[in-house]
């Protein structure tokens, strides 16, 4: 008779899982007898790097990935990143490790207690099986869970004696999830959006999620609309350098009101709108102005504090508005205004973006953590490319780094560009291990001002001229990099070490590290 752990891989297998990322411990070491050839093993050295991984693969794979964390302590180390697959919606199936049923009343060592409300609120389903037998139902249901919009983690614990018991076959099932959304809504929208005079679309992660870019450039053309990208967004949702792209709606109320205000209606697709980084004064928009939200999520939904509000698929949703909108005679919105010329004399955090774009290989993705330098990419940095952008939907850091490599894993064709702060790199520095036992073609560019110089900068808000545990000064990233295993890493200081030193990289097939030494 096939065992808990014969039944589970099969069932992977056939839901076209054959890659788990983990960190192993004593309490998981029974999964992995026998392990099978076709099956693959990622190693992370810290469990929110196996996480951030694992989010990176399962988002450009676009199917749930396996995640194997050690007990309590290994779910610990992994909240953070588990806080942020919840945000970007990233289906993940994690499984920790428990002791074993018999010794489980007397608290053994490495025990998990109370373990399903360990990662509790951040995981949309959670169970420890009642019987051995339902370790794989179970494993079954967090798949289907974590797959179904909108998507996000799903969390097993798993006793350790239960692997080898006795157990029944389980197949994998198909679910059907698109939802095209409310008929009578999508018309009375199209209705809307035909009578506006000045429509802007305001673009979240969800146009990603959904596959919807080809419909939503083809449906702003038609409508000579307006295109933003929503606030945070943590995808590449439309080309940068399209003749409707206006630019990034700020996370701030009074900024946000006067971008927007030129508007009559405003259709958000996939993403809040009013996401606020820190309380602002007045309307929530500008008086007069007709404002819907459309996506996946319902929470989302239920907290916009202005507007109606459609549950559905954006790429269907859209679809729908080019069937039941016609093109109408309205004046084509101002273009955006360019980014101003820079002195390439100064390496500052603004040319070291500009040189990327100007370097960037048509296959790149630029997966980014550097929150100070937020702001000078979006401007010189034009992205372009339909999934050619990730970053945290959640503000945490130490995402970007595993999420790099997970990304490249999944993508071993294209050139992954991590674009990175000197402080979030810190925290996912073991993900460059990773990426040298993979071999992944990924480019880690540091920047590094030395300094937590986006928490400076917003201290400014609360009237703090100086803020204390910022000071970054003495990392040495090059060192780091070949104590991971990495070749010799490249620290650049001018505009033209860094054009040569990207472009070094970028004819390489595996993992490299540049540290760019930016001035303030």
Not at 37 to 65: I, K, P, W
Not at 218 to 226: D, F, G, H, I, P
Not at 276 to 288: K, M, N, T, V
């Amino acid at each position: 008779m096939p065992t808990v752990r014969d039944v589970t891989i099969r069932l992977l297998r056939e839901l076209g899982i054959t890659t788990i990322f983990g960190n192993p411990g004593s309490t998981e070491l029974p999964l992995f007898r026998d392990f099978p050839d076709d099956f693959r093993y990622v190693l992370g050295l810290q469990e929110s790097v196996v996480v951030g991984m694992a989010d990176g693969y399962a988002l450009a794979t676009r199917n749930a990935a396996f995640v194997n964390l050690h007990s309590s302590a290994g779910t610990g180390h992994a909240l953070g990143n588990i806080f942020t697959a919840y945000k970007n919606q990233a289906p993940l199936i994690i499984t920790a490790g428990q002791q074993a049923r018999s010794i489980l009343p007397f608290e053994p060592f490495l025990h998990a207690e109370r373990a399903i409300e360990f990662p509790q609120p951040f995981v949309k389903w959670t169970c420890e099986p009642a019987r051995p037998q339902d370790v794989p139902l179970a494993i079954a249901r967090a798949y289907y869970e974590a797959m179904t919009p909108p998507c996000g983690p799903a969390f097993v614990s798993v006793p350790v004696d239960d692997w080898d018991a006795d157990c029944d076959w389980v197949s994998g099932r198909e679910i059907a999830t698109l939802n095209p959304g409310d008929p009578a809504a999508v018309t009375k929208l199209a209705d809307s959006l035909q009578r506006a005079i000045s429509p802007a679309f305001v673009l979240g992660a969800g146009v990603a999620r959904d596959q919807a870019w080809e419909e939503l450039i083809a449906l702003a053309e038609q409508q000579k609309a307006s295109v933003y990208v929503a606030p945070y967004t943590s995808r590449s949702v439309f080309p940068e350098t399209h003749r409707l792209f206006r630019g990034f709606v700020p996370a701030f109320k009074e900024a946000m009101n006067t971008l927007l205000a030129e508007h009559d209606l405003v259709v958000a697709f996939g993403g809040p709108l009013n996401l606020y980084h820190a309380e602002g004064q007045g309307p929530d928009l500008p008086a007069g102005i007709c404002c819907w939200t459309l996506g996946d999520n319902p929470r989302v939904l239920s907290w916009a504090p202005v507007g109606n509000g459609i549950l559905g698929n954006c790429r269907a949703i859209a679809a729908a508005l080019m069937v039941h909108t016609y093109p109408v005679e309205r004046t084509a919105p101002p273009l955006r205004l360019q980014a101003p010329e820079l002195d390439r004399a100064v390496l500052d955090d603004r040319l070291a973006m500009q040189i990327i774009n100007e370097v960037l290989p048509a296959n790149g993705v630029i997966v980014e953590e550097a929150p100070t330098s937020r702001g000078p990419m979006q401007e010189y940095l034009r992205l372009d490319r339909q999934d050619g952008f990730y970053t945290s939907a959640s503000g945490g850091l130490g995402y970007a780094m595993p999420a790099a490599v997970g990304i490249a894993l999944a993508r071993s064709e294209e050139r992954v560009i991590a674009v990175i702060g000197d402080g979030s790199a810190m925290y996912g520095i073991q993900s460059l291990f990773s990426a040298y036992q993979l071999n992944v073609p990924v480019t880690f560019v540091i920047i590094n001002n030395g300094k937590y110089q986006a928490l400076r900068k917003f201290g400014r808000i609360f009237g703090m001229q100086d803020v204390v545990g910022t000071d970054l000064s003495g990392l040495e990233f090059c060192a780091l990099a070949r104590g991971h295993g990495l070749p010799e890493g490249i620290r650049v200081n001018d505009a033209e070490g860094l054009t040569n030193a990207l472009n070094r990289s970028f004819a390489t097939s595996g993992p490299s590290l540049i540290e760019v030494l930016v001035s303030p």
